[in-house]
């Protein structure tokens, strides 16, 4: 009996056996369903803010009985790793696997995702600003509850950026963004099932409105390139390394302020490119659909618990000290630009309904909700839409978070 406590003691002070625990049960969550909806993956994000709230930080429950005895400091290290490496695996197979189809499906509908990412950021920045200009919230805390409400670390850091030198701006710029993540999450991922459940359509038919006409490539004469594994793997290592350096690329804006794409927009637009034209020089970049799946649903579980577990610290702390109302403006930062960009979508540039869906998680910036819509709808055709309207959204997202912080 001593033998067993002493295994499992050792395990909780084991942090990838910690995160990997989170896992098992959120996925188990995750596949609780009422009336055929789920959190799906968001199960992951909900376990994750649970073991965030009682084993996060050295003065919480599980760390005072003794249950978790890795230190807070250790922790955060390894749900840093987790979260990114988990974004850069995700954001880069949905890369590959929308490149077939990206560019044609672009060509079509530019200007509709164009116009639909405005609309979304647009309404999300106005809701911004008029709780600035109505409330007592300053535009540090605002604006960390609508990058949170967008699920969009480019917007946080970007905020972060402006206000770096005063620690109490800092601070409130981090505890908005806690503040509006979680309902960001789960709100997104709900509602991508919900919609076409009240709209009672005919999921089959709405996937074959999705195919897109590859006849131009039949009958060309394929051309044989180098595989230097059968995996894959060195085709996905390299379109991630490029996919940093990209990112690492900053862009002089007025003002003074900076942008660039990131690791996440980065590795998405390598991601994009490798898939689309199939090779890199004389090197093959054909991945299978299996092996893009498995890192992408791997890549979508990491990022949840990095991002989760951080979240989860201190959160009952927030209710405590800043009321329910804070959340509040979080859920409208994120349900009207969903709504009002759905309405957009459907009656003003007449998207047919995946396509919305799969444009709006792009313009709301949800990785979570692709990956639930991916599965919910049965096809990766949406993932074209998110990577055509997610690029335009990140510009705008970092842009409005700047000019908001620094004027208001």
Do not use: W
């Given at each position: 009996?001593?033998?067993?406590?002493?295994?499992?003691?050792?395990?909780?002070?084991?942090?990838?056996?910690?995160?990997?625990?989170?896992?098992?049960?959120?996925?188990?969550?995750?596949?609780?369903?009422?009336?055929?909806?789920?959190?799906?993956?968001?199960?992951?994000?909900?376990?994750?803010?649970?073991?965030?709230?009682?084993?996060?930080?050295?003065?919480?429950?599980?760390?005072?009985?003794?249950?978790?005895?890795?230190?807070?400091?250790?922790?955060?290290?390894?749900?840093?790793?987790?979260?990114?490496?988990?974004?850069?695996?995700?954001?880069?197979?949905?890369?590959?696997?929308?490149?077939?189809?990206?560019?044609?499906?672009?060509?079509?509908?530019?200007?509709?995702?164009?116009?639909?990412?405005?609309?979304?950021?647009?309404?999300?920045?106005?809701?911004?600003?008029?709780?600035?200009?109505?409330?007592?919230?300053?535009?540090?805390?605002?604006?960390?509850?609508?990058?949170?409400?967008?699920?969009?670390?480019?917007?946080?850091?970007?905020?972060?950026?402006?206000?770096?030198?005063?620690?109490?701006?800092?601070?409130?710029?981090?505890?908005?963004?806690?503040?509006?993540?979680?309902?960001?999450?789960?709100?997104?991922?709900?509602?991508?099932?919900?919609?076409?459940?009240?709209?009672?359509?005919?999921?089959?038919?709405?996937?074959?409105?999705?195919?897109?006409?590859?006849?131009?490539?039949?009958?060309?004469?394929?051309?044989?390139?180098?595989?230097?594994?059968?995996?894959?793997l060195c085709a996905f290592t390299l379109a991630i390394i490029c996919g940093i350096l990209l990112g690492k690329i900053s862009i002089p804006l007025p003002g003074g302020a900076t942008f660039s794409l990131g690791n996440t927009g980065g590795a998405l637009l390598m991601g994009l490119l490798f898939g689309h034209f199939g090779h890199a020089g004389s090197l093959s970049m054909k991945l299978s659909h299996g092996f893009l799946e498995s890192f992408r649903e791997f890549g979508l579980m990491m990022f949840?618990?990095?991002?989760?577990?951080?979240?989860?610290?201190?959160?009952?702390?927030?209710?405590?000290?800043?009321?329910?109302?804070?959340?509040?403006?979080?859920?409208?930062?994120?349900?009207?630009?969903?709504?009002?960009?759905?309405?957009?979508?459907?009656?003003?540039?007449?998207?047919?309904?995946?396509?919305?869906?799969?444009?709006?998680?792009?313009?709301?910036?949800?990785?979570?909700?692709?990956?639930?819509?991916?599965?919910?709808?049965?096809?990766?055709?949406?993932?074209?839409?998110?990577?055509?309207?997610?690029?335009?959204?990140?510009?705008?997202?970092?842009?409005?978070?700047?000019?908001?912080?620094?004027?208001?």
């Open positions: 009996m001593n033998y067993l406590n002493a295994i499992l003691v050792s395990c909780y002070s084991n942090s990838l056996f910690i995160v990997f625990a989170i896992a098992f049960a959120g996925f188990m969550i995750g596949n609780i369903k009422i009336k055929g909806v789920g959190l799906g993956a968001a199960g992951v994000f909900l376990a994750a803010l649970v073991f965030g709230h009682f084993g996060y930080a050295d003065q919480s429950l599980l760390h005072e009985i003794g249950l978790i005895t890795i230190d807070n400091a250790a922790l955060r290290l390894t749900m840093s790793m987790v979260q990114n490496m988990g974004l850069l695996c995700f954001v880069t197979s949905v890369g590959f696997i929308a490149g077939p189809n990206f560019f044609c499906n672009l060509k079509r509908n530019a200007k509709s995702y164009v116009c639909l990412a405005f609309v979304v950021i647009g309404i999300g920045s106005i809701i911004c600003i008029a709780v600035i200009s109505l409330t007592n919230i300053d535009s540090a805390m605002a604006v960390g509850i609508l990058s949170g409400a967008l699920t969009t670390t480019p917007g946080f850091a970007a905020a972060q950026d402006v206000v770096r030198a005063n620690e109490v701006l800092l601070n409130e710029v981090t505890v908005g963004y806690a503040i509006g993540y979680p309902f960001g999450v789960v709100g997104v991922v709900l509602f991508v099932q919900l919609i076409p459940k009240i709209l009672r359509v005919n999921l089959v038919e709405e996937r074959a409105k999705l195919i897109v006409n590859s006849a131009k490539e039949k009958g060309k004469k394929k051309k044989k390139y180098t595989e230097i594994d059968s995996l894959g949840l618990i990095g991002a989760g577990v951080p979240g989860g610290s201190g959160f009952v702390d927030i209710i405590h000290k800043y009321g329910m109302i804070l959340f509040i403006y979080g859920a409208l930062m994120t349900l009207l630009p969903l709504i009002i960009g759905f309405l957009f979508a459907k009656h003003v540039v007449n998207l047919c309904l995946l396509d919305n869906l799969g444009s709006l998680t792009g313009g709301m910036t949800s990785t979570p909700a692709l990956g639930v819509l991916i599965r919910s709808s049965g096809t990766d055709d949406v993932a074209s839409s998110y990577a055509s309207t997610y690029p335009v959204a990140l510009v705008l997202i970092v842009l409005a978070s700047q000019f908001i912080v620094t004027f208001l």
